[in-house]
């Protein structure tokens, strides 16, 4: 079974709490990440995205100077590194975000996963399955219909068929 | 087979290369897409995302849409299949698809249209899954029933 750790992007960027706004988007820009999760004592506690920025900035005017403290969405919302990926489907279902940051047993960031990602990859595991299961019933029938068909010639090479 | 056109966005959110970042930025804002296209003529030329207009804030130099919108982008067509976009999303992390048709732009794919595109094959195909599984089910009680001693008999009866 397909576990979170193996979807996951292994290097997320993170910043502290007190990093300046112009830093964080210093160091978004030209990344495909598309969000910074801040933490703190390597636990996330937040996490600021491309539109947080573009809202903050452009639209509300605040000071780029000011700490990403500020801006972010917090308390961002984890999964955990070992959950299935249909438990974390039902997050994402219910909290409607698009990246969230992994944590491990003790609540230490160690990756980042959006929300794509899990879509496609449930989407080739159901696909994998449905492919697999119609083999496995197709070759049943086949043996059933040379079962049922050829009984009553089979008996008469095996007589334990009686 | 699907195909671009089903699930494309028609509405597309288009701005001028001459444009201002601000008014690029408060347009996003107020139509809540997170990608612009840069029209001209009703011929895209170039896309413009949020993390474009990051950069531009971030070079102090940057006030306008074409300091910062990106040129590389992959057209599609309508009839492009589903299957070639997910393949490129994939392989080549393209997470935006511009759908053209005679030089117009007719529509756009972004990564939301493709997650939910993916939900809902992932639903029809656990669909599929179920019916394939009640078809087949049926077929080997009906196998079994026939060629038991009780259907045996009860053929006999009918004959």
Known sequence: ?162 | MIRANTIMTENVVTVNEAASLKEAANLMLNKHVSTLMVAKDSKPIAILTENDIVRGFISKKAGKVKDVMSKNFLTINPETAYIFIIKKLKEEKIRLFPVIQNNKLVGIITETDIVDATRDFTRFHQIMQEAILAAFGLVTAFFLFFFSPLGQSLRNSLA
Not at chain 1, 21 to 39: D, Q, R, S, T
Not at chain 1, 97 to 111: A, H, Q, S, T
Not at chain 1, 116 to 124: H, M, S
Not at chain 1, 127 to 139: A, E, K, S
Request: aromatic share 10%.
């Open chain 1, 1 to 162: 079974m397909a576990r979170i750790s193996t979807i996951m992007n292994a290097n997320p960027l993170t910043v502290k709490k007190d990093t300046t706004i112009f830093e964080a988007a210093k160091l978004m820009a030209n990344k495909p990440h598309g969000c910074v999760i801040v933490i703190e004592n390597k636990k996330p506690v937040g996490i600021i995205t491309d539109s947080d920025l573009v809202k903050n900035l452009a639209y509300k005017k605040i000071n780029p100077e000011s700490k990403v403290a500020q801006i972010m969405s917090s308390p961002a919302t984890s999964i955990m590194h070992n959950s299935k990926l249909e438990n974390a489907n039902k997050i994402i279902d219910t909290k409607g975000f698009r990246k969230y940051p992994v944590v491990d047993k003790e609540g230490n960031l160690v990756g980042l996963v959006n929300e794509n990602d899990v879509v496609q990859a449930i989407n080739d595991n159901i696909r994998f399955h449905r492919n697999l299961q119609n083999t496995v019933l197709i070759l049943f029938v086949v043996f059933e219909f040379f079962v049922f068909i050829l009984y009553r010639y089979l008996i008469n090479y095996f007589p334990f068929l009686r």
